[in-house]
């Protein structure tokens, strides 16, 4: 079945330094999501990117998808503590009913 | 307009006993789909229903597991004859459209089988 990979798995950073997280698939995607889960709390829908080579920006949030539709990168600029989660990516191809979750990378921002 | 709601939040059962999760989707989403999360893991994909229908079940094990969405009242997930490996976060979501839509999350049923 469908995978979907990120990396990495787990960072850790000084509040003020970049982030970003990368997913990748094995096989080309119609779209994707991503999505951000605070410690203790439920993942939140934070974006969708459709289009081969698209760039959507939230405010320090940069998310871009791939050419080839089958990789994903989330960029967060100056990180804060706020930032401080697991954020997934999620894909479904064109026929799949459902979304299929990436492992995650999980945020831990220190001061 | 209220959250997709799940309840309850925490559920304790002993091993052998049978679990019940409840889904109350988004008003006007007729979607609902299951995710289990282990511990420090990802979210995997248990179920997808939509009003009485199942439409894709492929992640949810054969025995002891169920799931329904009646015309009336909240979705339920059943787990039969619980044992200790069941003891995960369950996520319920629920879109208006299917899956190529964002899905909104209840806070999830942390499930602890002692």
């Known amino acids: 079945g469908q995978q979907v990979m990120q990396i990495p798995q787990y960072q850790h950073v000084q509040e003020g330094e970049d982030f970003t997280t990368y997913c990748n698939s094995s096989?080309?995607?119609?779209?994707i999501q991503w999505y951000k889960q605070r410690p203790g709390g439920h993942p939140v829908f934070l974006i969708q990117l459709v289009k081969s080579g698209e760039v959507k920006k939230q405010k320090r949030l940069t998310f871009q998808f791939g050419e080839a539709k089958k990789n994903s990168s989330l960029h967060i600029t100056a990180t804060q503590t706020t930032d401080v989660g697991t954020y997934f990516c999620?894909?479904?191809?064109?026929?799949?009913?459902?979304?299929?979750f990436g492992t995650g990378t999980r945020l831990q921002v220190t001061l | 307009n209220a959250g997709v709601m799940q309840n309850p939040r925490h559920l304790v059962r002993r091993r052998g006993q049978e679990a019940r999760l409840r889904c109350s989707p988004m008003?006007?989403?007729?979607?609902v789909y299951w995710y289990r999360q282990l511990p420090e893991e990802g979210l995997k994909f248990m179920v997808y229903?939509?009003?009485?229908?199942?439409?894709?079940e492929s992640g949810m094990p054969k025995e002891r597991f169920s799931a329904e969405f009646p015309k009336e009242g909240p979705s339920i997930l059943r787990i039969q004859q619980v044992v200790r490996g069941d003891s995960a976060a369950y996520f319920c979501?629920?879109?208006?459209?299917?899956?190529?839509?964002?899905?909104?999350f209840g806070s999830g049923t942390q499930l602890s089988v002692l």
């Open positions: 979501a629920s879109s208006p459209r299917p899956s190529n839509e964002k899905l909104f």
């Open positions: 096989t080309t995607l119609s779209n």
């Open positions: 008003k006007g989403h007729s979607h």
């Open positions: 999620a894909a479904n191809t064109g026929t799949a009913s459902k979304l299929t």
């Open positions: 229903l939509q009003k009485e229908n199942i439409i894709d």
